[in-house]
T-cell receptor, first 113, second 118 residues
Framework: QQQVKQSPQSLIVQKGGISIINCAYE??????FPWYQQFPGKGPALLIA?????SEKKEGRFTISFNKSAKQFSLHIMDSQPGDSATYFCAAGANFGNEKLTFGTGTRLTIIP | GAVVSQHPSWVICKSGTSVKIECRSLDFQATTMFWYRQFPKQSLMLMATSNEGSKATYEQGVEKDKFLINHASLTLSTLTVTSAHPEDSSFYIC??????????????FGPGTRLTVL
């Protein structure tokens, strides 16, 4: 019940396209859903996060869509750029992120010219 | 956003020695810090939750006597890998909570420490 399932494992998108990564969770106690971006040899950087009281959150080119009934959430990267090439992790936690996070398995995103 | 630092950024040690990794919240006080471990091309696995002034809570399968965690202040937590062996070689990452917040920016990660045990 603690798992967070992430797909796809890898994704290749053309520059300017939309990158979409999906996650699903099981634990209904989760109320905090962040996305992290990680470059090789670096720690994860918080990209955007959402709480279940809204169904969508947008920050610049990054949008989280959240479906509480389906227990799914996704990251959309609009106008994808080569600099977006990285590994993306979704995560979920309880108590609005003040407790431990359970991470998805990661998606390696490659943006090609 | 909030800044979390780790020291050292990388360390190489001989088998059997102990290594200490520091995690600091630079511009906020963190009542809770978390320690993760990440193997190449894998996800982050939580090792333990560290609360200031109390004993750490370890995840199942993590040896508490091997991975000693101390959270002596609201800005510093340390992870000591005791009697390190080659299988302990990994990327260790800490994170810290900015505390009760109405925003969604609550947990920030450090840059990680690459440990190589020869």
């Amino acid at each position: 019940q603690q798992q967070v399932k992430q797909s796809p494992q890898s994704l290749i998108v053309q520059k300017g396209g939309i990158s979409i990564i999906n996650c699903a969770y099981e634990n209904t106690a989760f109320d905090y859903f962040p996305w992290y971006q990680q470059f090789p040899g670096k720690g994860p950087a918080l990209l955007i996060a959402i709480r279940p009281d809204v169904s969508e959150k947008k920050e610049g080119r990054f949008t989280i869509s959240f479906n509480k009934s389906a227990k799914q959430f996704s990251l959309h990267i609009m106008d994808s750029q080569p600099g977006d090439s990285a590994t993306y992790f979704c995560a979920a936690g309880a108590n609005f992120g003040n407790e431990k996070l359970t991470f998805g398995t990661g998606t390696r995103l490659t943006i090609i010219p | 956003g909030a800044v979390v630092s780790q020291h050292p950024s990388w360390v190489i040690c001989k088998s059997g020695t102990s290594v200490k990794i520091e995690c600091r919240s630079l511009d906020f006080q963190a009542t809770t810090m978390f320690w993760y471990r990440q193997f190449p091309k894998q996800s982050l696995m939580l090792m333990a939750t560290s609360n200031e002034g109390s004993k750490a809570t370890y995840e199942q399968g993590v040896e508490k006597d091997k991975f000693l965690i101390n959270h002596a202040s609201l800005t510093l937590s340390t992870l000591t890998v005791t009697s390190a062996h080659p299988e302990d070689s990994s990327f260790y990452i800490c994170s810290a909570n900015v505390g009760e917040s109405t925003s969604t920016d609550t947990q920030y990660f450090g840059p990680g420490t690459r440990l190589t045990v020869l």
